[in-house]
């Protein structure tokens, strides 16, 4: 069973930093689609952040410019810069991951297969 762990959740000014670390269990290298997830608190769907497809990285228009996905193999932790902050990034982020290829679209968090338990970020002036 694959465990993915997130942390580096907090409270954040708008125009503020946080980074995201999710640590797996399996290695990095296991996983084709290896993402970010957010979900607001008015319990709007689960949207996709960013992830990796293979050795891509795509972004979603929401993380554009502001956030930055990137990870490190060597210690199997996916990271997620969040930059300039907002107050509607607020929300529950999840780190995802699934190992078979798959054509659909990796924002579609139906094609994820292992979740984390999520960690909170709360930006508010």
């Known amino acids: ?3 993915l762990v997130e942390s580096g ?36 769907e689960r ?3 960013a992830t990796f497809r293979g050795d891509e990285t795509v972004v979603a228009d929401v993380a554009k410019g ?5 990870r490190d193999n060597s210690k199997n932790t996916l990271y997620l810069q969040m930059d300039s902050l907002k107050l509607e990034d607020t929300g529950m ?13 990796p924002f579609a968090p139906s094609w994820y297969n292992y979740w984390g338990q999520g960690t909170q970020v709360t930006v508010s002036s």
């Open 47 to 49: 949207e996709a952040v």
């Open 9 to 44: 959740g907090g409270s954040e000014q708008p125009g503020g930093s946080l980074r995201l670390s999710c640590v797996s269990s399996l290695s990095t290298d296991s996983f084709y689609l290896f993402g970010w997830f957010r979900q607001a608190p008015s319990g709007k």
């Open 66 to 70: 502001r956030f930055t996905i990137s």
């Open 93 to 105: 982020y999840y780190c995802a991951a699934r190992m078979s290829a798959t054509r659909a679209s």
């Open 1 to 3: 069973q694959v465990q």
